[in-house]
């Protein structure tokens, strides 16, 4: 079935560090979510990717979206501890169903 | 906007008793909704997807008889967990879009416990 791997699993960074987390998609998409977990709490719609190529960008946050429509990338520039959680991807495939990745948990050390 | 309201938030009872769930858009209509299951440290398993006034669909595995989905409105999806078990103990998250390019909002979450 269609899957979308998510990779590193786990993050430890230095706050002010960057952090990246990547996601590959076996099968094309319609479109690419990304959502935040906070620890104990429910996932938050962060953005949505829609266009082959496209790169959004919220203030220290920089999504991509590949062109292939197969891959995509959360990109956290000088982390802050308000950052800690875990952020999933999540592909809409053709089926209309929403594919979530794993999910990168991120720690900032203060 | 897009605010989705799930309760209750926390559930303990005895095993054997069935326990409903509900989930609510609050400002704006959901043409799907989505019932998932997390277990610690993990992603979100769908369970079934639910649309206004049809049954919903089930995934792999999912026991149809145990985990009852009703959508009986555009606002409100319930999923009643029957005779819960210890094996039922997991945190259950509901989501609401309002159409098919549209992004998931999701609930806060109901921590269900049977003992």
């Known amino acids: 079935g269609q899957q979308v791997m998510q990779i590193p699993q786990y993050q430890h960074v230095q706050e002010g560090e960057d952090f990246t987390t990547y996601c590959n998609s076996s099968?094309?998409?319609?479109?690419i979510q990304w959502y935040k977990q906070r620890p104990g709490g429910h996932p938050v719609f962060l953005i949505q990717?829609?266009?082959?190529?496209e790169v959004k960008k919220q203030k220290r946050l920089t999504f991509q979206f590949g062109e292939a429509k197969k891959n995509s990338s959360l990109h956290i520039t000088a982390t802050q501890t308000t950052d800690v959680g875990t952020y999933f991807c999540?592909?809409?495939?053709?089926?209309?169903?929403?594919?979530f990745g794993q999910g990168t948990t991120l720690q900032v050390k203060p | 906007g897009a605010v989705v309201s799930q309760h209750p938030s926390w559930v303990i009872c005895k095993s054997g008793t069935s326990v409903k769930i509900e989930c609510r858009s609050l400002?704006?209509?959901?043409?799907?909704m989505f019932w998932y299951r997390q277990f610690p440290k993990q992603s979100l398993m769908l369970m079934a997807t639910?649309?206004?006034?049809?049954?919903?669909?089930?995934e792999q595995g999912v026991e149809k008889d145990k985990f009852l989905i009703n959508h009986a409105s555009l606002t409100l999806s319930t999923l009643t967990v029957t005779s819960a078990h210890p094996e039922d103990s997991s945190f259950y998250i509901c989501?609401?879009?309002?159409?098919?390019?549209?992004?998931?909002?999701f609930g806060d979450g109901t921590r269900l416990s049977i003992l």
């Open positions: 989501s609401a879009r309002m159409g098919h390019n549209q992004p998931q909002h």
């Open positions: 099968t094309t998409l319609s479109n």
């Open positions: 990717l829609v266009k082959s190529g």
């Open positions: 999540a592909g809409l495939s053709n089926t209309g169903k929403l594919i």
């Open positions: 400002d704006f209509q959901a043409t799907t």
């Open positions: 639910s649309n206004e006034g049809s049954k919903a669909t089930y």
